[in-house]
């Protein structure tokens, strides 16, 4: 029997419990607010944090990041890395974020039907910056491995060529709230561009390539 690589905790979900694969997780998350999930190296570890509740999970986790190194070959270890995955140009598009230091889930969203990658890439780090501005961690950066997003943060506006229809509404809904934000809100955290040359893939990275 194969060893399960990572095993997915939801303790507030449609249906709470401990499941072997992403996919399994998601069903359990999608639509539901504030959902309360994280992912775990193996089972033990995993029935563990699912009976500690994820209070306690949560709070070793920031305790985690804030002993880390301040960087690492360049790296700051205390960050967010963000990125996105699409099939197609346009097609399905989704994206995440994660702890840099050891690739904790922190967020995901999608897939979106008929989007692009740079519209990922944008959306994840608006959610990035909206986050820790709500918790006021200012002194957290975000890394992105794209040019273009961060162009359009800077910009309070996205430049795409893509047109809005029926199957992308959701998405462009999405894109709107993010450039509000943007205008209503200071960018207080840095945004790094990942090195992925020197680094290797960032992260957050989907592994799909």
């Known amino acids: 029997m194969s060893k399960k690589s990572k095993y997915y905790v939801v303790w507030e979900g449609l249906n709470p419990g401990i499941y072997d694969s992403w996919s399994k997780c998601q069903e359990n998350i999608k639509g539901y607010p504030n959902a309360k999930y994280k992912s775990y190296p193996d089972a033990e570890s995993a029935t563990l944090a699912f009976r500690e509740g994820w209070k306690s999970s949560f709070k070793a986790e920031q305790k985690k990041v804030s002993a880390k190194p301040s960087s690492s070959q360049g790296i700051i270890m205390n960050s967010i890395s963000v990125d996105a995955a699409s099939s197609g140009n346009p097609g399905r598009v989704e994206y995440q974020g994660v702890w840099t230091h050891n690739k904790q889930l922190i967020f995901h969203q999608g897939p979106f039907e008929q989007g692009t990658n740079n519209l990922g890439e944008f959306l994840a780090l608006v959610h990035a910056l909206a986050m820790l501005d709500k ?40 894109v709107d709230r993010a450039e509000k934000w943007l205008k209503e809100h200071e960018v207080r955290n840095p945004i790094l561009k990942w090195d992925t040359v020197n680094w290797g893939e960032i992260p957050a990275d989907f592994g799909r390539k």
């Open 135 to 174: 918790k006021k961690a200012y002194q957290i950066p975000i890394y992105s491995d794209s040019k273009t997003a961060q162009a359009w943060v800077r910009n309070k506006k996205i430049k795409t060529t893509l047109e809005r229809n029926n199957k992308n509404a959701a998405l462009f809904e999405l």
